[in-house]
């Protein structure tokens, strides 16, 4: 069964070009031209993943509120901002709304069906049956690979593809520091320097949500990240 893209984007050649592009490589492509639109087919259904653009119509910041509502009805779904905004500003509000990736509209299709590619390659440890997978356990951390699956004193964690395969990179070796070079090659992005901050203080937030005491994971200045040992 082809896998299932929504793409939100206002431009209707854009929209077309993107669509056509996904449909001759084989996926099935569903498109929205506003915020109000996609949001009334995503109550129906989910799609697999969702290309979404930043202004829509008359709301500059629609894509950034469709994407807040999204993070809302599943903290697996792959999102990925595809815009022509590239500020830092934009980049990192996209990412602390909870993207996964954010390409902007330059982006070579070989370079975005890779990333889409990646995305779909981690949900799909999600849909492996359960079994005596390993777990990775650290303290309160427990930590399931195989099914994406991160708890803390029993609470599940509600990470993001990109944001569990940071947690994944930093838990396996706790105490070695992981440069932000090491943290984008195992989310397999490729991302600037105050990106990995924004999901790394993006994740932080997520397990004080839970533990207002968490402080597992060090920023080692110049050099990157470390869980705790």
Request: negative net charge; proline residues 5%.
């Amino acid at each position: 069964m082809a896998r299932q893209i929504a793409i939100v984007e206002d431009e209707p050649a854009i929209r077309a070009n993107y669509s056509d592009a996904l449909r001759r490589l084989g996926f099935e492509v569903q498109t929205y031209a506003s915020r109000p639109d996609a949001s009334s087919g995503f109550d129906i259904r989910l799609p697999d993943l969702v290309l979404i653009d930043i202004g829509l119509g008359d709301e500059p910041e629609g894509g950034f509120e469709l994407c807040r509502e999204l993070r809302q009805k599943s903290a697996t779904l792959p999102i990925n901002f595809l815009t022509a905004r590239d500020s830092d500003f934009d980049i990192i509000s996209g990412l602390r709304l909870g993207a996964d990736d954010y390409l902007t509209k330059d982006v070579s299709l070989p370079h975005l069906t890779a990333r889409i590619n990646t995305l779909f390659r981690r949900v799909d440890a999600l849909r492996r049956p359960q079994g005596a997978e390993a777990t990775l356990k650290n303290g309160d951390l427990s930590l399931q690979p195989e099914r994406m699956r991160v708890t803390w004193k029993d609470q599940e964690v509600p990470l993001t593809v990109t944001e569990f395969w940071m947690v994944h990179t930093m838990v396996r070796h706790p105490g070695h520091v992981k440069s932000r070079d090491a943290l984008m090659r195992d989310a397999q992005v490729v991302v600037d320097d105050a990106t990995i901050t924004s999901h790394i203080k993006r994740i932080r937030k997520k397990f004080i949500a839970i533990d207002p005491n968490f402080d597992e994971i060090e920023t080692m200045h110049g050099a990157g990240y470390r869980w705790r040992a």
